[in-house]
């Protein structure tokens, strides 16, 4: 069995992969459309700053322009940029993979592996036991916009993110020698201060073949005693996938008569495989503002629902610390009468935290339809939040690596909101690109 064979049977294709030939990586990349959703001004910045260049901008749909009123004009033109870009903005295509290595802004290193995955052997419905698995709830309103987008598009690009639960990191260490074994291929700062990226190629049979047995170890390593194998996790990107594969379905269902169907491009997504051990992923947690709501009466239920005790603490210092230093203690930060309290929720979970709270605030706030809930990114904003009697802001404890992978093979996909990934500039940006449909 060659190598393509062997990847193909753990759901990996080898891509030909499209890079600019003459535009700098400062103007060609920008970041995922999800991000800096709520400020139009960023994405008039990348605008200003890549006019007159071919970039990935053009090439993309922003979701801060999602509910514009000229969406499909836009969507149109996206597809005729990419028409327009594959007449001469591109390189020859990398057949093979590409070993990538991004040092953000904050001057963490990330190591990841672009490759092509098998829609087939991916799945994003709760308690799948497909090798590939989502991570997030999938909220299903979301597909449709994106589906149009992704229709008959003639290109895709990824910001999705796969981790790999590989401990003995012995995956992107055959991807490091044996990229930087052939040679680089793109290298270059990003713009807005998100750091810079550096990536090698992997293309020979021999270089493709030690990739093929390192990712057969790890789908060795996730095998589950029902005889199912989880060997990969969408980390950014869940909606994305998701996509990908509602339009691979929808073109199986719509021309099943096709010669070759099988071998269409469609059923391929570019994706960026990082492990989930690299010291340079962050994994943050994402906690919670609850407005309208009795705090002493969500506390003493949550203490109730998940055999927990409660004990008041005298600073918001302390009580970062009580929760950031546990798998399962929550903060409550409030302001009754003018006067913040801080209380601590110790509890015995071993598995991830949110994993549990999440659906006990669903039931509490589906009982008291009052109640507002919001999504918070960093601790200070939970606390100015609560000291203000704004709401109730929940701090929730780190994610903790070496039980995700299990939590999501016994439970299913993780509640809405449940981790982000590092800071929002330290997403992944578009750079690499890969035929999708023709004309």
Not at 21 to 46: F, G, M, N
Not at 84 to 110: D, M, Q, S, W
Not at 286 to 297: G, M
Not at 432 to 439: P, S, T, Y
Request: hydrophobic share 35%.
């Amino acid at each position: 069995m060659n190598a393509k064979e062997n990847l193909m049977q753990n759901g990996i294709c080898v891509p030909e992969i499209l890079l600019p030939k003459d535009t700098p990586i400062s103007k060609w990349a920008v970041i995922a459309c999800d991000q800096y959703t709520q400020d139009r001004e960023y994405w008039q910045r990348i605008k200003d700053n890549t006019k007159g260049f071919p970039s990935t901008l053009n090439l993309i749909f922003p979701e801060v322009y999602l509910e514009d009123p000229d969406k499909n004009q836009r969507i149109e033109k996206i597809q005729d940029t990419m028409n327009e870009y594959l007449k001469g903005v591109f390189a020859p295509p990398v057949k093979g993979f590409i070993y990538l290595e991004r040092k953000t802004g904050f001057g963490r290193i990330r190591k990841g592996l672009v490759v092509a995955i098998d829609l087939e052997t991916y799945e994003w419905e709760p308690l799948s036991k497909a090798l590939i698995r989502a991570t997030e709830a999938t909220i299903l309103e979301r597909i449709p916009p994106r589906m149009e987008i992704r229709k008959g598009a003639p290109l895709e690009l990824p910001h999705i993110m796969l981790l790999a639960n590989d401990s003995g990191n012995i995956l992107m260490d055959c991807a490091c020698k044996c990229g930087k074994s052939e040679g680089e291929v793109y290298s270059g700062s990003l713009m807005e201060s998100s750091g810079e990226i550096t990536g090698w190629k992997i293309t020979s049979e021999e270089n493709l073949y030690r990739i093929s047995q390192c990712i057969e170890k790890l789908k060795e390593q996730g095998k589950e005693p029902e005889g199912s194998s989880f060997l990969f996790a969408v980390g950014d990107g869940n909606h994305s996938l998701a996509t990908a594969k509602s339009v691979w379905n929808e073109y199986k269902r719509e021309h099943k008569d096709q010669k070759n169907l099988m071998e269409h491009p469609a059923r391929y997504a570019l994706v960026e495989i990082v492990n989930i051990y690299d010291s340079g992923l962050t994994f943050e947690p994402i906690h919670r503002i609850l407005f309208n709501a009795d705090t002493r009466k969500l506390i003493d239920f949550l203490a109730k629902e998940l055999d927990g005790d409660t004990e008041a603490v005298a600073t918001k210092t302390e009580l970062e610390q009580k929760v950031a230093g546990s798998k399962g203690n929550f903060g409550f930060v409030y302001t009754p009468e003018g006067k913040t309290e801080y209380i601590l929720l110790k509890t015995g979970l071993k598995t991830l935290a949110v994993s549990a709270l999440q659906p006990k605030l669903d039931i509490f706030i589906q009982d008291n339809p009052e109640i507002k809930i919001d999504y918070i990114h960093g601790s200070d904003e939970v606390f100015r939040l609560g000291e203000k009697d704004s709401g109730t802001g929940i701090l929730l404890p780190p994610i903790a690596k070496d039980s995700f992978f299990s939590t999501i093979s016994k439970g299913g996909p993780l509640p809405r909101k449940s981790f982000s990934m590092g800071e929002a500039s330290e997403k992944r940006f578009y750079l690499e690109a890969r035929k999708l449909f023709k004309d």
